[in-house]
C-alpha cells in the first residue's frame, strides 16, 4: 500500500514539474485540483494539510518569482 501510495504522489508532483517547466508557473492554485493533477488521486486525497500548504507556498513561490524576472 506504501509503494501505491508513493507511486501516485510521484505522479502528482512529475505533473505539477511538468506544468511549471512548460507554463512558467501555476496562474491559479486551484489548477491543483483540475487535470490533469487530479490523475491518478485528487491533491485534496493525497496529501495532508500540511503537505498540501508547503507545496501550495512552493507553487505559488514559483510564480511570484517568475513574475519578479518578469518586472
Do not use: H, W
Amino acid at each position: 500500500m506504501k509503494r501505491f501510495l508513493k507511486a501516485r504522489i510521484k505522479v502528482c508532483v512529475n505533473n505539477t514539474i511538468d506544468y511549471v517547466v512548460q507554463n512558467g508557473y501555476v496562474e491559479n492554485i486551484r489548477t491543483l485540483m483540475k487535470p490533469p493533477f487530479d490523475n491518478p488521486v485528487n491533491f485534496i486525497k493525497l496529501f495532508d494539510v500540511t503537505s498540501q500548504k508547503k507545496i501550495v507556498q512552493l507553487v505559488s513561490s514559483f510564480k511570484e518569482n517568475a513574475q519578479n524576472i518578469i518586472a
